[in-house]
């Protein structure tokens, strides 16, 4: 649900008959309904190209929503438009790893959450690391490419900072 209640936000993929875990490839599909018709308002195809099973509405905003998966991406849409407003890959460059081979490969999402104000978004994935995202985040910093990816113009050392230990 956004957070003025007027529209549901939903995931749907098809799943492969090789693997339990694995989509068709372009199947991926986020559905906006309106809640009080039931009609589907706009649906924004090949999304993800594995399951994306976050999906987190703004606080404040009803026309921003962030959908995450397995593909260890997150996108921040603009309802309204459809289009993607900001993405971000989540690879595993820093920080321990139990196979050498592991590194630089994504990690998929599992869950999240804006801060109550909207000005944060918190990612956890599947190496159980937490992204922690500035939605101020200016137009210099991120480009948001025409295929829902960025690139980002921020030096490599400020992209991810990872401790040790606790």
Not at 39 to 55: D, E, F, Y
Not at 96 to 121: E, I, M, Q
């Amino acid at each position: 649900w956004t957070s003025d209640d007027t529209k549901i936000i939903t995931s749907q993929s098809c799943l492969s008959n090789t693997n339990g875990n694995d989509i068709v490839p372009g199947s991926q599909i986020i559905y906006v309904w309106d809640s009080r018709t039931g009609q589907c308002i706009i649906g924004l195809p090949s999304v993800h190209s594995t399951q994306c099973a976050v999906l987190i509405s703004h606080p404040i905003d009803p026309s921003i929503v962030v959908s995450a998966g397995g593909d260890g991406y997150a996108r921040v849409w603009n309802l309204n438009t459809g289009k993607c407003l900001f993405s971000h890959r989540n690879i595993h460059q820093h920080g321990s790893v139990a196979n050498t081979s592991d590194r630089g490969k994504s990690c998929g999402y599992l869950d999240g959450s804006f801060s109550p104000d909207g000005l944060h978004l918190v990612l956890t994935d599947d190496q159980g690391r937490i992204s922690i995202i500035d939605t101020l985040q200016s137009e210099e910093e991120t480009k948001c490419d025409r295929d829902g990816s960025s690139q980002s113009v921020i030096p490599l050392w400020m992209r991810e900072q990872y401790f040790a230990n606790d």
